[in-house]
């Protein structure tokens, strides 16, 4: 209140819906209660005294984020799966013991049969796998450009190979530039003691590259060697 001019701040208004499970609309605008010339600059003037509304809309945003991964469609079992499941007692996440069908006569197998089927299982690997959906929408009017921003879609993903290699790969499509977004794609090595990382910018204006390899120890992380590429100015 003790502004010469313009005491009021702009109101903003935020919110959120729930669409689904794991999927959220957010979404926010900004309103201005001042007016603008006709040169379109900010005067310290109510808008609803030179014409307008009580406010005037200066911007809003929407956005919006997914994520899939293994337990997406783990969700949601049937009553028949879970009668199943601890038919025998135990849980099918193993926290009390696995369920064991007595009626089954093939469990009674032999003791090799089953020292076979253990020592099989460690080479058994699930590949942990995930993807992120993002999508951003931006409107800007604060200068009357009646105008979207922003309009963008972008994904990421990220999979593990084995417990040791990961690899992931980022990228997006802009529908107000209509091309891509930053794309880069990732690997990643777990060597024990050591780690191995491996990014690249395969197009745009940084385009590039860039190598690492290091001891994970604090104490030993000078000891090192790192190769990266400089972006190609030209492009």
Known sequence: MAAD????????????IDLARGLTLNTGATFDPYALDENNTRINVFNVKNGGGLL??????????????????????????????????????DLFGVSQDFSNSNQYEDEEEKQEEINLDKYIYKLPWSINLAYSLTYNNSRGQNDFSTNSLMISSNLSLTPKWKVGVS??????????????LRFDRDLDSWRLNFS????????????????????????????????DRAL
């Open 200 to 231: 690249w910018v395969p197009f745009s204006e940084r385009a590039s590259w860039n190598f690492f390899i290091g001891i994970k120890s604090g104490l030993l992380s000078d000891l090192k060697y790192e190769k990266r590429s400089e972006p």
């Open 171 to 184: 990228s997006g499509y802009d529908f107000k530039q209509k091309g891509f977004t930053y794309t880069q």
């Open 56 to 93: 005037r809309l200066t911007s809003a945003n929407l956005s919006t984020q997914y994520t899939l991964n293994n337990d997406t469609f783990k969700r949601g079992q049937s009553e028949e799966q879970i009668n199943e499941s601890v038919s025998g007692g135990g849980r099918a996440d």
């Open 5 to 16: 001019e313009f005491k009021l701040s702009p109101v903003r208004v935020t919110g959120s």
